[in-house]
């Protein structure tokens, strides 16, 4: 059965490179990034202009497809709005495939100082104008405020799977990641982490 892999977490986190490793190491799989969909839509780098509702149905459109085809999907995505979620889990259902959450997390105080520095450290246009949007929309208190709301996600979803996420530690958490798509038992699934 096909599945549709719902990789949550923060701004920064590392989403994006473990859904690439993830596609890299499994022949087949869509690494459907939004932000990549995003840089395809004219007039993404105008702060003024808003490129979402030209760029969720691509993105519904190409899990559609793909999942229909046999094949699986990650989905990268920081989401915190359960129906927002739950509206993959059902386009999912809806082709016969699977669901399955994950949700990377580190401490706040951590997850924030990533974000920053993958801003400070990256010449890529999307990452600098998602910070420069960010910090239109409050800065490290908007940050804060994503965090506390993946945090209210993951109460809110027993289904999801929490998988720590230390800087640097790529291989470590991409092991992790694996077993969590396998269904591995010793993963926590819902609830809080301890005190991040």
């Known amino acids: 059965m096909a599945r549709l892999v719902h990789l949550n977490g923060p701004p920064g986190i590392g989403k994006s490179t473990l859904a690439a490793l993830h596609a890299d190491r499994n022949p087949g ?6 932000d990549a969909l995003h840089r395809l839509v004219g ?12 760029v969720w149905p691509l993105v519904r459109a190409m899990a559609a497809t793909h999942l229909a085809g046999g094949r699986d999907v990650v989905l990268p995505q920081y989401l915190a709005r359960v129906d927002e979620i ?27 100082e990533r974000f920053e520095r993958r801003a400070r450290d990256s010449d890529d246009p999307w990452v600098r104008h998602h910070h420069r949007l960010l910090g239109l929309r409050g800065g490290q208190a ?3 405020a994503m965090y506390d709301d993946l945090l209210e996600v993951v109460r809110l979803r027993p289904s999801a799977v929490v998988v720590r996420s230390a800087a640097g530690a790529v291989e470590e958490t991409y092991r992790l990641l694996a077993d969590a798509m396998r269904g591995a038992p010793g993963h926590r699934t819902g609830g809080v982490l301890n005190a991040p």
Do not use: I, K, M, Y
Request: no cysteine.
């Open 29 to 34: 799989v869509l690494n459907l990034d939004v």
């Open 43 to 54: 007039g993404w780098r105008d702060e003024g202009t808003d490129t979402w509702p030209v």
């Open 86 to 112: 739950t509206a993959f889990e059902d386009l999912a259902r809806g082709h016969g495939a699977g669901f399955r959450e994950v949700v990377l997390l580190d401490d706040r105080a951590a997850s924030a």
């Open 142 to 144: 908007a940050l804060g």
